[in-house]
């Protein structure tokens, strides 16, 4: 796979997860389960690597997932105690699950591509 059809299924698989969570939290702050403050902690997180994805800087695609893995333990968690809402959990964890395989390896190919990388120590 190439790094221009992997950076857009990453992309709009990012897109697509800060929507649909944001969507979620947003409702549940509606309903009053969550507050505005807690509701914000779970969204400002996802907004902070939305730029760098957005024009595919592989750097940005790299730390993210590291953002991505809190959401992944919020998603298995939903998971294994909800009945009401397992098809949003299971739908959450399999993009979650998608986007920690697709984001480094965007990062990898797209950084050989740009010659980015680790320099080797000089004898």
Known sequence: MNSTSLFK???IGYITLVLMLSAWFINKGITGEYSVAFTALWII????PLKGIIEGKPYTYAWASFIICVYMLHGLT?????ETHFLFALVEVLLLGALL???PFYARIRGKELGLGLK???K
């Open 120 to 122: 080797k120590k000089q």
């Open 45 to 48: 997180p996802l907004l902070f």
């Open 9 to 11: 299924l990453c992309r």
């Open 78 to 82: 939903l998971l294994y105690v909800t």
């Open 101 to 103: 395989i697709g984001f």
